[in-house]
């Protein structure tokens, strides 16, 4: 702690560690899970959330070689749409997921997931596209699907993991058709 002329300037340091979490419980038996092994590819400018996707991918049992998590630099951000189509290319557009924060903002400049997804579907690119984003309003999230989106998902998950993944399953299912229930 730093006593200034113009206030108090404190700093912080924290060790994160994540711990592989329990086996997923609590879903209902008829809930729609996401298919096994999927290409996950997540974009966030914070931290926090590229941590969360990473359990987010243990939990989601995805394809852990193929996915990515970007957002840590302008460039990653910048090459994301030539990065799923040529994954989409190699892999196949319905095996991939992909989960764009909506505010990327950089010193180099600021990305919109909107804008993400506009240039994607503009290449072609049909697989499925969620914006993450604090502002998730019923009008936001009308606007996100507007720009091509497929849904939405708030930052603030009550839920935690299970029920993020429970939410993509949905937006999986209405889109392919190809969720799996639970118990059926």
């Given amino acids: 702690m730093w006593v200034q002329p113009d206030g108090v300037l404190f700093e912080m340091r924290l060790r994160v560690t994540t711990v592989a979490p329990p086996p997923a419980t609590g879903f209902p038996q008829d809930a729609v899970t996401l298919p096994e092994s999927l290409v996950f590819v997540c974009c966030d400018d914070d931290a926090m959330p590229r941590i969360f996707a990473q359990v987010l991918l243990d939990r ?32 196949g557009e319905d095996r991939i997921l992909c989960i764009l924060d909506q505010n990327i903002d950089f010193d180099a400049g600021s990305i919109t997931g909107t804008d993400l997804v506009g240039d994607l579907r503009a290449r072609g690119f049909g697989g499925l596209l969620v914006i993450q984003s604090a502002n998730d309003e019923a009008e936001d999230k009308r606007g996100y699907v507007a720009a091509g989106a497929d849904g939405s998902i708030g930052k603030a998950v009550k839920g935690g993991v299970p029920e993020m993944i429970s939410h993509l399953a949905e937006l999986w299912d209405a889109k392919y058709g190809a969720g799996r229930r639970r118990g059926g």
């Fill in 60 to 91: 989601a049992a995805a394809d852990l070689d193929s996915s990515l998590i970007l957002g840590e630099t302008y460039e990653e951000v910048v090459g994301l749409v030539e990065r799923v189509l040529e994954m989409a290319a190699r892999l």
